[in-house]
């Protein structure tokens, strides 16, 4: 097939170098002309494992190009996936919908003849119908364009193999539209043959998917994480606990990793954004859970700083902290709504000095946090330092032998935030060492 990708950020480049592995000729297009000549290069503007190879293999092949055009993106297929960012709006929980409305007004008025314009943003439920009318009211082809909503489950770090071998795959119509969903099979025909569940399904439930899933798998990080305030306040090991809760077919143990919390730029956002909406919907006493859930995250990242002021007195001028981890997950360059950075900024505004290493997002980190220290090796960074925190789990840190770190700090301290130090061989090497949910 022929088909386009509207907004190349994480998502669209994402899709559209996967669905360029499946075999179908792709334009991504986006408004960023910088953007669109790193992607022509066959590169990724932000990491993420594996796309860099796909997309230089492809644009090598002429099968994917990238432009700044609407007019070419409507001339191009007849399949267009929308992929442009809802982020949340400031000071609001609502998503900010900004973005993903002006282009569908863009690329409406170039929709000379039947189209598929299928919706992967996440967005408040009621959103398709919204982007229905634009393209009724907008597009010379008129009723001709249907509107399918095709939201998505991308993990960073793993987008490609999510993307190429979903768990599930969610189609989303406003009535029985046979040839908008003929166009979408045939599209993820591969997909669907490997046996892929495929859920075929109205507007509305295909827009709630990903909020929903995000909710849930939110309210299960932080049940376990307050789980880890009782381990700590009785003595028990939250991580054995988990296991324990784990084996049980009715709870299982997937996503229910205890730590510092989540965030990015997806749960965070799709929780509030869930809530406003049901606030909106009048809903809202349904959800109010979901405003502890969102209090029990933060409340980690306090919980960690308390910690630190519990190692080194209350009084943190003068002291020097080395934090490992800036990305708000390993795999990643992402430095949304990060817990590592969240800890890292109250330090400094405490008086620490800072230090922060990160084997991939150090460089966003140094634009948007200047005014912590920023050094890759992590050995390096801890030189000198009162304090070690781990709080991101990339495998580099765990390979650091501690007992060689052990000479290069001031004092040998660790408080461990994610759980995976191998805290026995830190203690055998001197170190003093804490970790979130364990006595």
């Known amino acids: 097939m022929k088909l386009t990708i509207i907004g190349c950020g994480y998502l669209g480049a994402t899709h559209a170098a996967c669905m360029a592995e499946l075999g179908h000729d792709v334009l991504g297009m986006d408004a960023d002309m910088d953007k669109v000549r790193v992607l022509n290069s066959g590169k990724a503007p932000f990491y993420e494992p594996g796309l860099d190879d796909l997309l230089a293999k492809h644009t090598a092949s002429g099968r994917l190009k990238f432009t700044a055009s609407y007019a070419e993106a409507a001339r191009f297929g007849e399949l267009h996936f929308i992929g442009v960012g809802t982020p949340q709006q400031a000071a609001e929980n609502a998503y900010d919908l900004t973005h993903l409305f002006s282009a569908i007004r863009r690329l409406a008025t170039h929709l000379l003849g039947p189209a598929v314009v299928a919706v992967k943003s996440t967005v408040p439920v009621g ?88 909710s849930f798998l939110a309210t299960k990080i932080s049940f376990i994480n307050a789980m880890a305030e009782v381990c700590e306040a009785t003595g028990a090991d939250v991580h054995e606990l988990a296991e324990i809760l784990g084996h049980d077919v009715r709870i299982g143990r997937s996503g229910m990793r205890p730590g510092l919390g989540f965030g990015g730029g997806c749960l965070p956002k799709d929780l509030r954004g869930f809530l406003a909406r049901a606030g909106e919907l009048g809903v809202d006493r349904a959800l109010t859970f979901l405003h502890e859930i969102d209090a029990i995250n933060n409340g980690r990242r306090e919980r960690m700083v308390a910690l630190v002021r519990e190692q080194l007195g209350d009084t943190l001028a003068s002291r020097r902290i080395t934090i490992w981890g800036a990305a708000f997950k390993p795999g990643t360059d992402d430095i949304r709504d990060s817990p590592a950075l969240a800890v890292a900024q109250g330090l400094h505004e405490l008086g620490a000095t800072v230090t922060v290493s990160d084997p991939k997002a150090l460089d966003n980190a140094r634009k948007h946090h200047p005014e912590l220290g920023h050094v890759e090796d992590p050995v390096a960074a801890a030189r000198g330092a009162d304090l070690l925190l781990h709080l991101t789990e990339w495998p580099q840190f765990r390979h650091v032998d501690p007992e060689r770190l052990a000479r290069r700090v001031r004092t040998a301290k660790v408080i461990d935030g994610r759980g995976t130090l191998d805290l026995g061989s830190w203690r055998r090497a001197g170190w003093t060492v804490r970790a979130l949910g364990r006595a």
């Open 127 to 214: 959103t398709a119908a919204h982007v229905a009318k634009i393209l009724e009211e907008s597009a010379p082809a008129g009723g001709k364009v249907q509107v399918a909503w095709n939201p998505e489950f991308l993990r960073e770090s793993s987008a490609i193999e999510d993307t190429l071998r979903p768990d599930r795959l969610v189609l989303g119509f406003d009535s029985e539209q046979s040839w908008g969903e003929a166009v979408l099979r045939q599209c993820f025909r591969k997909i669907i043959e490997a046996g892929t569940p495929t859920i075929v399904t109205d507007w509305a439930t295909a827009e709630l998917a990903k909020t929903s899933a995000n």
